[in-house]
C-alpha cells in the first residue's frame, strides 16, 4: 500500500514525464489506445476528424512509426497494421517529401491547382522515379500538368506493386492548419487533399489518403469537393474524443481517467510497482508496457474508487459540494463538451502542486480545494492559442466583462479595440514569417462572423435568451466574471 508520500511523488513523477513529451516525442510506455480512437486507423476511413489537442497529430505519427504502429496493431487486434506502409504528405515535422511553407505560398502565388500540387507531393512520396528525380516542387507539378496520363500511370504501377507485397500504402496529411496564414487559402489547399483521396479510394484499392483535420477546417476544405462526393468522405470520418456519450445523452470521460492510471502504471519507479500491485490484474505487452486490467480503462465505478483514494469521494464534507470524480471533467469542458487530455493531467499537476503548498499535511495526495485551483490554470486556453493565435486576441477586449453578456457589448468591445487591425497586423507577421505558421480566423474583418466562428470552435456559446456565454475553462483564462450565478455541483 502507498503512503501519502509514495503516492505524491508517483503522481508528480508520472504526471511531470507525460506533460515534458508532446505527441512528436511521447515514448512507446506511455502509449494509450483509447477504444474510441481505433476507427481512426482504418484504412478506409479517409478522413480523421478531431478538435485541438485530440491526438491528430499523435496518431498521424503512431501510422508512421513502425513501433508505435506495431502497437496499434496489437492492442486494436487490426493486423492490417502491421501491413500498412505509410508515408506523409504533409505534417508537423517537414521532411524532403513536404513542400516547406515558402514554397506553399509560392505556388499558391502561381495559382497551381491544389489537387495537382497534392498529386505530386503523394506519388514523390510514393517513390516515382521521374518526380523524385526533379529538384522543386513547380517542377513536379509542372511535370504532372505536362504528362496527363502520368498520375493514372503512376497509380497503377504503385497498385501493382502494393499488391505484390500484400501491403496497403496510405499518404498522411496532418498540421493542416499550418498549410497557409490565410484561411481561405489553407482550406483551399486542403480541398486538394480530400480530391487526392477520393481519386485514390475510387480508382485504387491499396493506396489510400488519410487527412487528419479539424471539423471546422474541413468544412470549409469541402466547398472545394464535388457536392455528390462529399457524403462519401463525410460518411467514412473517424471522430477522435475523450468522451463517451450513454444512451440518456451523459458523456463519460473514462478514457481520460483510463490514460491517468496507464501513466501511473507505466512510470519507471518502485512507486509505480507498488500502484500496480493494488491491483494484480495488471498484464504485460511484449513491447515492455504494462497495460491496466479492464476495470480501470473503462468502468466509472472502479475508476471513482481508484480517484477516491487519491483525492477522496466529495468537493467538501459531502456529496451537495458534488463529486471528484466528475469535477474536473466537467470544469474543464468547453462549449462543445470537448475534454482534452494535456489539460486535465496539467490540472493534476495544478493541484498536486498546490495540495504540498497548502495542505501538506491532508490524509490524501490531492485536496478537493486544490482540485479546484487546478481546474482553472489556463491550459486548455493555452492549448487552443498555440493553434489558433487569433483566439488570444479576440478574447482580449472582454477581460472584466461579466457574463452572460449580450452580443451587441462584444461587437462595440471589439470595435473600440479595432480588433480587425489586430488581426490583419497578425496574418501580416504570419505571411513573412519563413517558418510554419498558423492559420487565421475566416472572417476576420466581419465581426457577427467572427463570433459564429468562436461558437464553432467552443469557446462561446449562445443562452436561449440570446446572451453569449463561455465555460469556465476559457472565462477564468480571460479574466471574465459572471453575473452571481453558481454552478451546479457536478453529478456522480
Given at each position: 500500500m502507498l503512503s501519502i508520500a509514495e503516492?505524491?511523488?508517483?503522481?508528480?513523477?508520472?504526471l511531470?514525464?507525460?506533460?515534458?513529451?508532446?505527441?512528436l516525442s511521447l515514448p512507446v510506455s506511455m502509449m494509450y489506445t483509447p477504444n474510441t480512437h481505433r476507427a481512426a486507423l482504418y484504412a478506409d476511413s479517409t478522413v480523421v476528424r478531431g478538435s485541438t489537442g485530440q491526438g491528430k497529430t499523435f496518431w498521424a505519427r503512431a501510422l508512421s512509426d513502425p513501433q508505435l504502429r506495431a502497437v496499434a496493431a496489437r492492442e486494436y487486434r487490426m493486423p492490417r497494421l502491421e501491413r500498412t506502409a505509410p508515408?506523409?504528405?504533409?505534417?508537423?515535422?517537414p521532411d524532403a517529401f513536404?513542400?516547406?511553407a515558402g514554397e506553399l505560398r509560392a505556388l499558391t502565388r502561381l495559382g497551381v491547382q491544389p489537387t495537382a500540387l497534392w498529386s505530386a507531393v503523394a506519388l514523390t512520396a510514393l517513390g516515382v522515379p521521374d518526380l523524385a528525380a526533379l529538384a522543386t516542387w513547380t517542377e513536379r507539378v509542372d511535370w504532372l500538368v505536362r504528362n496527363p496520363g502520368a498520375i493514372e500511370r503512376s497509380l497503377a504501377e504503385l497498385e501493382a506493386a502494393a499488391r505484390a507485397a500484400d501491403t496497403v500504402r496510405i499518404v498522411l496529411f496532418d498540421a493542416l492548419d499550418q498549410l497557409h496564414p490565410d484561411r481561405a487559402l489553407a482550406e483551399h489547399l486542403t480541398s486538394g487533399m480530400l480530391n487526392l483521396a477520393l481519386t485514390l479510394s475510387r480508382h485504387t484499392t491499396r493506396l489510400r489518403a488519410k487527412v487528419f483535420i479539424r471539423p471546422?477546417?474541413?468544412?470549409?476544405?469541402?466547398?472545394?469537393?464535388?457536392?455528390?462526393?462529399?457524403?462519401?468522405?463525410t460518411g467514412r470520418a473517424a471522430d477522435l474524443s475523450w468522451g463517451r456519450t450513454d444512451y440518456l445523452g451523459r458523456i463519460g470521460r473514462t478514457d481520460l481517467y483510463g490514460l491517468l492510471f496507464h501513466l501511473l502504471g507505466n512510470h519507471d519507479s518502485a512507486e509505480a510497482a507498488a500502484f500496480r500491485a493494488a491491483w494484480p490484474t495488471w498484464g504485460q505487452a511484449r513491447d515492455g508496457r504494462f497495460l491496466a486490467p479492464a476495470e480501470l480503462g473503462c468502468d466509472p465505478k472502479t475508476q471513482q474508487e481508484v480517484f477516491s483514494t487519491l483525492v477522496g469521494r466529495f468537493m467538501g464534507d459531502n456529496a451537495r459540494k458534488g463529486f471528484t470524480y466528475s469535477y474536473l471533467s466537467c470544469y474543464l469542458q468547453d462549449a462543445l463538451?470537448?475534454?482534452?487530455?494535456?489539460?486535465?493531467?496539467?490540472?493534476?499537476?495544478?493541484?498536486?502542486?498546490?495540495?504540498?503548498?497548502?495542505?501538506?499535511?491532508?490524509?490524501?495526495?490531492?485536496?478537493?480545494?486544490?482540485?479546484?485551483?487546478?481546474?482553472?490554470?489556463?491550459?486548455?486556453?493555452?492549448?487552443l492559442h498555440q493553434a489558433l493565435p487569433w483566439v488570444r486576441l479576440a478574447l482580449e477586449p472582454l477581460a472584466g466583462q461579466q457574463l452572460p453578456i449580450w452580443e451587441e457589448e462584444v461587437l462595440d468591445l471589439w470595435k473600440n479595440a479595432e480588433l480587425a487591425d489586430q488581426l490583419q497586423e497578425l496574418g501580416t507577421r504570419a505571411a513573412a514569417d519563413v517558418g510554419r505558421v498558423r492559420t487565421g480566423p475566416c472572417h476576420p474583418s466581419s465581426?457577427?462572423?467572427?463570433?459564429?466562428?468562436?461558437?464553432?470552435?467552443?469557446?462561446?456559446?449562445?443562452?436561449?435568451s440570446g446572451q453569449l456565454d463561455m465555460p469556465d475553462v476559457y472565462r477564468i483564462a480571460h479574466g471574465l466574471g459572471r453575473r452571481g450565478l453558481q454552478r451546479a455541483a457536478p453529478a456522480a
Open positions: 503516492h505524491r511523488r508517483l503522481l508528480h513523477d508520472a511531470s514525464a507525460a506533460l515534458a513529451t508532446d505527441a508515408v506523409t504528405g504533409f505534417g508537423d515535422r513536404q513542400p516547406s471546422d477546417m474541413l468544412d470549409g476544405a469541402l466547398t472545394g469537393v464535388p457536392r455528390a462526393e462529399r457524403a462519401f468522405l463538451g470537448t475534454v482534452t487530455p494535456r489539460p486535465f493531467l496539467t490540472a493534476l499537476a495544478t493541484a498536486l502542486e498546490s495540495t504540498g503548498r497548502n495542505h501538506p499535511e491532508h490524509d490524501r495526495p490531492l485536496h478537493y480545494d486544490d482540485l479546484r485551483h487546478g481546474a482553472s490554470c489556463g491550459a486548455r486556453a493555452d492549448e465581426y457577427l462572423l467572427l463570433l459564429e466562428e468562436l461558437i464553432g470552435a467552443g469557446v462561446v456559446n449562445r443562452r436561449t
